[in-house]
């Protein structure tokens, strides 16, 4: 009998608890009554929580009288006590905070520091920036940042990289949440696989991180932030649907809240399974995809509620082919239907420990297995890399003057294919130290002293050393100075598709040796601020000399692709400029960013001696990008317009080739319409590549003899041009429409 009671009430409890549970539904604006996309809401009683969708708009579940804690990036943060006599259509406003603006709080450096104190020049992205046009991977998101191109580097399969003012997508490092987990292989097969739905930002820095990050790290850093676990709504759903037939399908769920556990796992699919040939060369003009991710994020806390422990998990399943129309799966290794397809399995887990909420110690642990199985025509590939890492960090201040960071780091590579090039399994250790001073010298200047030592199990010790130097010139003008070594452990066939793709034999020379890099930049940022307009403008001079540069040779032997180390030295500079503008007194703002790029190397001749010059393959000359938002509030509509414009980009020829050595100058244009909804609901239609751009159709050359059978022919073919597909600089994909929406419970 005292079971029954004792369960009756347990149930008059629960009850008594739902009855108290209300639903609320809000908007945050500023004070000028403009909605604040993306705010954060948390419930500080029952510690439920939500986050804003575009139009500011948001629903929470709460009990009766609890205080809401609001947040968002720019803004002042606010506590709200809810009267329940009002529970609905409750507008919460927030104090714009323009310092804020300049003074985001980062991780990028290993430290928390604010934007505004950081020696090192960092770019921060919003989600809210990312999607100003309807991206489905962190790939196509970074098109509109300054410096950043999302390369195509296959015209047959469509894999792509990132570039960091011109260099090559391996050497960039992507990290995600702090963590090394892309490299190798990833960096040409994983980086579509990251759902923007996931980013809550993107950190950018340009220039050398060797001396935190260690290899990889020499052209600049990427930085995805996933969304925190305590400002994800408990369900969202987001959609898209492109003209071509794309479609993509981001679930997140929230499963777990409360003061020991708060986990969510989120689904994403991509499926594209329509071939499209409007170029007439009877090939596929999009690669047709099919994959598959779900990533899973948990937080324990320790008894106290605090030291927590954050660990992230996240598999990757993707089927992509491209190539002859005809081509289907039982085709794969055969030589009478050319065809593409690559099949990967990616698994991902990463950790982070505080010992303590005091604690100078951080302990952060990553781990990913990439195993993918390739079909280049009957060119068969099979790889798989696993990469490992530990750090131990120990950060302490000094007083006012000293910000101290050192750390120890342990990384561990093994890959293995059925290439010549690894005849057996390829592995290696890289511990390493590393230590940074983030001196402030008084309230004008700072100076930031790093220095790494990394020892490679093949290679020996390499140092990499660091010095940054902040001067606030005035109150709203800063300068930056910039000195660091970079270096990077190069695996040919894990970063460079054109050495699969096609036709051609690789040949390597020697053993490769690292690369290695001296890099200097230059920085000054202003930020001006009034009652009418906020405007802020950064311009940078950058330089990068190369040593040891491996850069495939494509030209001496139109049947091979020759891997070598440089014989001279290779040069990466530039100048960029990036401004921001806001009216405070319309709902406008605008984005124009510009990059002038020189990317060359410099090779002497054993015979002569002579200095030979050559153009960087696939760099553009220079890319120019904007942005236009505006806003009826009245409505809940918000308008996205965006471009982006390159200059001459050198490609791949063949001897005697009719082809363009440098691509024209081309722009895609970018139109995106959202309506707001209350709840948390919107959707959206757009239009990409409005002035529907394409390479041209000859980028393929041979298309129609993919196997090279007719190539000794006199009289069709004089100067016995091969099957070549490395001739590429843009998506063939023209011009689509896109519709999609959001959902938000």
Request: charged share 15%; glycine share 6%; proline share 4%.
């Amino acid at each position: 009998m005292s079971k029954f009671f004792s369960f009756l009430i347990m149930i008059l409890i629960s009850f008594q608890s739902i009855s108290q549970s209300i639903i609320i539904i809000g908007k945050v604006v500023d004070i000028n009554n403009k909605h604040i996309p993306n705010a954060h809401i948390i419930d500080l009683n029952t510690k439920n929580s939500t986050v804003c969708n575009s139009s500011g708009n948001f629903s929470i579940d709460i009990n009766q009288s609890d205080t809401l804690f609001i947040s968002a990036i720019g803004y002042t943060h606010k506590k709200f006590i809810i009267n329940s006599n009002k529970l609905n259509n409750q507008t919460f406003i927030l104090k714009e905070n323009n310092d804020l603006l300049n003074e985001m709080v980062i991780s990028s450096t290993l430290q928390l520091i604010k934007k505004k104190n950081s020696p090192i020049p960092i770019a921060v992205y919003s989600a809210h920036f990312l999607n100003t046009v309807p991206a489905p991977s962190l790939v196509d998101a970074t098109n509109q940042i300054a410096g950043l191109r999302p390369q195509i580097n296959c015209s047959v399969c469509n894999t792509g990289d990132i570039h960091i003012n011109g260099m090559e997508g391996a050497y960039s490092m992507v990290v995600v949440d702090g963590m090394p987990i892309m490299g190798g292989l990833s960096t040409v097969y994983g980086l579509q696989g990251i759902p923007t739905s996931l980013i809550a930002q993107l950190e950018v820095i340009k220039g050398p991180s060797s001396t935190i990050y260690g290899s990889e790290a020499m052209a600049g850093l990427i930085n995805v932030v996933t969304k925190d676990v305590n400002c994800i709504p408990k369900i969202a759903l987001d959609f898209n649907l492109s003209s071509w037939g794309e479609l993509q399908t981001s679930l997140s769920l929230k499963y777990l809240d409360n003061k020991k556990l708060k986990a969510f796992s989120a689904i994403d699919i991509f499926q594209y399974n329509n071939p499209i040939d409007n170029n007439n060369d009877n090939f596929t003009d999009l690669t047709l995809k099919k994959r598959y991710s779900i990533f899973n994020k948990l937080q324990f806390f320790s008894k106290n509620g605090k030291n927590p422990l954050n660990i992230s998990v996240r598999y990757l399943n993707e089927d992509r082919w491209g190539g002859e129309m005809n081509w289907s799966p039982n085709d794969r290794g055969g030589n009478s239907v050319y065809g593409e397809s690559v099949l990967t399995n990616r698994f991902e887990s990463s950790s982070f420990f505080q010992f303590s909420k005091l604690s100078p110690l951080k302990w952060q642990t990553s781990f990913s297995l990439h195993d993918q199985r390739s079909w280049y025509g009957s060119v068969y590939y099979k790889a798989k890399q696993i990469i490992g890492f530990s750090q131990l960090t120990f950060h302490k201040k000094i007083k006012v003057k000293h910000n101290l960071l050192s750390g120890l780091a342990l990384r561990y590579n093994n890959y293995n294919d059925n290439t010549p090039a690894t005849l057996f399994s390829d592995s290696w250790w890289l511990p390493g130290v590393f230590f940074q001073d983030n001196f402030n010298i008084n309230n004008s200047h700072k100076l930031l002293l790093g220095w790494r030592t990394d020892y490679h199990s093949k290679h020996g010790f390499i140092q990499s050393p660091r010095i940054n130097y902040q001067w606030d010139l005035a109150k709203n003008t800063t300068l930056r100075l910039g000195y660091g070594d970079g270096f990077r452990v190069v695996n040919v066939f894990t970063e460079d598709h054109a050495a699969l793709t096609g036709s051609r034999e690789v040949i390597f020379l020697e053993e490769l040796k690292p690369e290695k890099s001296k890099n200097i930049n230059v920085t000054i940022s202003n930020n001006w601020d009034n009652n009418y307009y906020n405007i802020s403008i950064e311009s940078s001079i950058f330089s990068s000399k190369f040593s040891n540069k491996i850069i495939p040779d494509f030209l001496t032997n139109d049947n091979q692709i020759i891997y070598s180390n440089l014989n001279g030295y290779a040069l990466a500079r530039g100048v960029s400029s990036e401004i921001f503008l806001k009216l405070k007194k319309t709902p406008l703002k605008f984005s124009l960013n510009g990059t002038l790029l020189d990317i060359s190397s410099f090779e002497v001749e054993s015979n002569s001696g002579n200095i030979i010059k050559n153009v960087q393959l696939l760099a553009e000359k220079y890319s120019l990008k904007w942005t236009a938002y505006y806003s009826f509030e009245k409505w809940g509509l918000d308008i996205n317009y965006a471009a982006t414009n390159y200059g001459p980009i050198r490609l791949p020829l063949l001897e005697n080739d009719f082809r363009r050595e440098y691509s024209l100058p081309y722009t895609i244009h970018n139109l995106k319409l959202t309506k707001n909804f209350s709840r948390g609901w919107s959707t959206f239609v757009g239009v990409r590549n409005i002035t529907n751009f394409t390479p041209p159709d000859y980028s393929i050359l041979r298309a129609f003899d993919p196997f090279d059978q007719q190539v000794d022919d006199p009289i069709d073919n004089p100067n016995s041009y091969t099957f070549d597909a490395s001739y590429m600089y843009a998506s063939f994909q023209g011009i689509n429409f896109v519709f999609g929406g959001s959902i938000i419970f």
